[in-house]
């Protein structure tokens, strides 16, 4: 199996950047998709961003695209996700999450989910 540790939030000003990481445990991270989402209080889980195994591929929600930033380090185990000109509506614990597939599918179950960590951006 593959394990999910998601760290690198904390609370930050609107305006500024926060790197998250998500450092994986198992012989398959580098065929897996991954993917982050995130979920405010009361709301739904959201789609953030996506990089396939390779890292050859990115795909973002349109709510993020243009300031954060998906890439992954195959030789680390660990993909990160670059959060700049955060906005408040950004406040959000956010989840790692990956499929035992190597191309981005947003159709298709997720395999495995770390534990969240929180962001909060301020006014």
């Known amino acids: 199996q593959v394990q999910l540790v998601e760290s690198g939030g904390g609370l930050v000003q609107a305006g500024g950047s926060l790197r998250l990481s998500c450092a994986a445990s198992?012989?398959?991270?580098?065929?897996?998709?991954m993917y982050w989402f995130r979920q405010a209080p009361g709301k739904e889980r959201e789609f953030v961003a996506a990089?396939?195994?390779?890292?050859?591929?990115?795909y973002y929600a349109d709510s993020v695209k243009g300031r954060f930033t998906v890439s992954r380090d195959n030789a680390k185990t660990t993909v990160y996700l670059q959060m700049n000109s955060l906005k408040p509506e950004d406040t959000a614990v956010y989840f790692c999450?990956?499929?035992?597939?190597?191309?981005?599918?947003?159709?298709?179950?997720?395999?495995?989910w770390g534990q969240g960590t929180q962001v909060t951006v301020s006014s």
């Open positions: 999450a990956a499929k035992r597939k190597a191309y981005i599918d947003l159709r298709i179950p997720y395999n495995y």
């Open positions: 198992g012989r398959t991270f580098s065929t897996c998709a």
């Open positions: 990089v396939s195994a390779s890292g050859g591929t990115t």
